[in-house]
């Protein structure tokens, strides 16, 4: 499955690694997904924040889970074969990476821009470990995009 909205309104569970704004966990929680996180400096510092009587709830996890559907990122590229490890580690069938830049390179907390060059690379990475690679559109507007359907 391909369709980055398809995915979200089938998914179940999502681990994130960074996020630029607390609209990412919210987002995906709202759009019905458990998502777990780290939430402190320790490795062990883990939360799970799933939607309680439609509102989003925090409440510390005893690990990742054992299934993720999707393993979401917004850090560097170069963290890429280690998440694409733990997608693989917990039966993912996604990984969906922001770069947090615009087309002009500057900072953009929704930003999603990759040169052709490193999407090509990307991909193909996550395809060789049989998981699929998203970049686009920002998981946010996908999130509200699969509530809405």
């Given at each position: 499955?391909?369709?980055?909205?398809?995915?979200l309104?089938?998914?179940?569970?999502?681990v994130?690694?960074?996020?630029?704004?607390?609209?990412?966990p919210?987002?995906?929680?709202?759009a019905?997904?458990?998502?777990?996180f780290q939430?402190?400096?320790?490795?062990?510092?883990?939360?799970?924040m799933?939607?309680?009587d439609?509102?989003?709830?925090?409440s510390?996890?005893t690990g990742?889970p054992?299934r993720?559907?999707?393993i979401y990122?917004?850090?560097?590229?170069?963290?890429?074969p280690?998440?694409?490890?733990?997608a693989q580690?917990l039966?993912a069938a996604?990984?969906w990476?922001q770069?947090?830049?615009?087309?002009?390179?500057?900072?953009?907390?929704a930003?999603?821009?990759?040169?052709p060059t490193?999407?090509?690379?990307m991909?193909?990475?996550?395809?060789?470990?049989?998981?699929?690679?998203?970049?686009?559109?920002?998981?946010v507007?996908?999130?509200?995009?699969?509530?809405?359907h």
């Amino acid at each position: 499955m391909s369709n980055p909205i398809e995915i979200l309104r089938s998914a179940r569970a999502a681990v994130l690694h960074d996020w630029p704004s607390e609209e990412v966990p919210n987002a995906l929680v709202l759009a019905g997904l458990d998502v777990t996180f780290q939430g402190g400096p320790e490795p062990d510092d883990l939360y799970v924040m799933r939607l309680v009587d439609g509102h989003p709830e925090t409440s510390p996890a005893t690990g990742l889970p054992e299934r993720a559907d999707i393993i979401y990122s917004h850090r560097p590229a170069a963290e890429l074969p280690g998440l694409l490890a733990e997608a693989q580690q917990l039966g993912a069938a996604t990984l969906w990476h922001q770069s947090g830049r615009n087309e002009d390179g500057e900072k953009d907390p929704a930003g999603v821009f990759l040169t052709p060059t490193e999407a090509e690379h990307m991909t193909a990475l996550a395809h060789a470990a049989g998981v699929a690679f998203v970049s686009a559109p920002y998981i946010v507007a996908a999130a509200a995009a699969a509530r809405s359907h």
